[in-house]
């Protein structure tokens, strides 16, 4: 059977790399960094012959040599990596290479892969966070999403005009939620709704979303549940 796409993606690979043994601290903290399971270390000597010890920046006697087990998916990041804390692809910078493993034990791949994913989900969350960090800092404008129960959409509009809006947009729809919410909001289990979206300059979210509230809002008959996101990039806005 055909591997998928996500599976050819945690192939396992053997990476090895050939470094100066004063090298050792920084291998270790940037292998450290990608959380890899397994990885042995020992120490040679080369016999290749001088010139070509030079041309790969292994010039001298003892090398650190330091092989280990990576997921297919992040060579290419453990490479940059490499590159940016040893300085590899420079004179005197040792190699590095990958070399597809065609046999392991299911228990070693299965950690290998956990170690992987785990990895990958704590930088995403990182880059995530970094992101929503730089819109808020950037965004000039804000979208106010508002749920009121169905004939109260035009009262949400109102209210965000007085406190500086220029408007906004009534959709038709319905709103289901738990038990658990209807008993500790106080609000049925199913009804009809409107949804407003409200696109307003960023200095003025504060007043709109309080003037929607107050009158519109949870414990007003419009039960009334307003949220804002902030706008990443847009066009034709004038407000």
């Not at 790399?17 to 042995?40: C, G, M, N, Q, V």
């Not at 209807?182 to 309080?210: C, D, N, W, Y």
């Amino acid at each position: 059977m055909p591997l998928s796409e996500e599976e050819k993606l945690f192939l396992p690979r053997l990476f090895l790399t050939i470094t100066r043994e004063e090298e050792e601290k920084k291998l270790e903290k940037a292998l450290d960094s990608f959380h890899i399971p397994i990885w042995y270390q020992c120490r040679g000597k080369g016999t290749a012959p001088s010139e070509m010890l030079d041309i790969f920046g292994l010039g001298g006697t003892t090398r650190l040599i330091t092989l280990g087990i990576i997921p297919k998916m992040r060579t290419g990041e453990l490479f940059e990596a490499l590159v940016e804390k040893l300085f590899i692809r420079r004179r005197g910078g040792g190699i590095a290479i990958t070399v597809p493993l065609v046999g392991l034990q299911g228990a070693v791949l299965q950690v290998i892969k956990d170690e992987a994913r785990e990895a990958i989900e704590k930088r995403m969350k990182e880059r995530i966070r970094e992101d929503m960090a730089e819109v808020q800092r950037k965004s000039e404008y804000t979208v106010v999403w508002v749920s009121v129960t169905s004939g109260f959409g035009d009262d949400v509009i109102d209210a965000a005009r007085e406190a500086g809006a220029r408007g906004g947009t009534i959709m038709k729809g319905r709103r289901k939620n738990s038990e658990y919410v209807s008993q500790h909001l106080g609000i049925s289990l199913q009804e009809e709704q409107e949804f407003v979206m409200i696109v307003t300059p960023r200095e003025k979210k504060k007043a709109v979303m309080s003037a929607i509230s107050e009158a519109c809002g949870l414990r007003s008959k419009a039960h009334g549940i307003v949220i804002a996101l902030p706008v990443d990039e847009a066009i034709g806005l004038e407000l």
